[in-house]
């Protein structure tokens, strides 16, 4: 078993796969994960999915390889299935959330069999759905940041000098996007005519590519609250004509000698950032709190929930109970005082 730190957590992986391993697969089992995976991109299921999937499948494809000998998945009963799972809890210590993950990889292929190669697997029946999945526990700590914690390392970021830090850390901040979207950012989106409900919001001039089904993603209008964010982003663009940056996107890629790409970061970027803003608040962050972070703030303006869903842009108002990290306590305090029940008056988006 090895670890491998990323972007401020420790995550454990496990040395599963290796090329003399997936020389030894059975040939049968590759054609089909090839013919699978060929589906999945003609429905238009997105790059980065089908690539996860490729990997959960040679992780199973390895373990059917050491300690199922070899067998042709078509031919594998419940019994065996069962056994993957049990082998992945007990000797490789998965979580159970990782254990659902590959499983989902497994019963979607044992789907596309019995509903596309029905003609030539007669009577193939999808079982891996009616293995029990483990209970879910809490394998790590969850990380939550409050302001005092982030104004800190913003303050510490423009000490420093280092204002393309401060920027993108306050953007995620300020705007509850995911670390892949955090680079999408133009500079022309933060112009003044893209300012709406009374300066309060920062408003995409074109829909931005976030996460969703398909090659292309969901595309939505994004919002940054304006007030907060302001002055980091002053302090970058100042710094970006000091440094004579061209590039409309905000956070270009930085070549040495003083040359910028006319290219966003890549996220790799963004995992290093994450370990330095790690150490410097000694204790784990990583981009995704940031998402829980603004999530929070607004319910504890007492936004309504169909306005925290269209600025965040989510199907359903329960993504908003995943994402608000506000404890028990707080949220009875803001509706119980000395005087009993509170009156609660409902933010507008100029005061945040």
Known sequence: MSVKKGEGR?????????????????????????DYLEYLSSI???????????????VFWCWNLEFNKNKFFVDMKKREFAKFQSHAINNWGWSPKRVRTVKATISSLSNYIENILDDEYDGYKSIVHKIESPADSTVREKTIFTLSELQRMLDKLVENEEYMKACALSLAMNSGRRKAEIPRFKVSYFDKNNLICEGALYKTPEKMVTKGRGTRGKLLDVYTLAKPFQPYLDLWLEERKRLKIRSDWLFPTYMGNGKWMDKPIK?????????????????????????HYFTTKLVEYNLPESVIQDIIGWNS??????????SKDKKLDKYFGADGIKSVQQASLTEL
């Open 10 to 34: 420790t995550t454990v992986y496990n040395d599963i796969t290796s090329p003399e391993k997936m020389a030894q697969v059975n040939p049968d089992n590759l054609e089909l994960e090839a």
């Open 44 to 58: 238009d299921r997105a790059k980065s999915t089908i690539y996860q999937y490729k990997q959960n499948l040679h």
């Open 317 to 326: 108002s329960e993504m908003i109970k995943v994402y608000d990290d506000s």
């Open 267 to 291: 996220v790799q970027t963004l995992n290093s950032w994450a370990r330095s803003f790690t150490a410097m608040a000694k204790k784990p962050f990583y981009w995704h709190t940031l998402r």
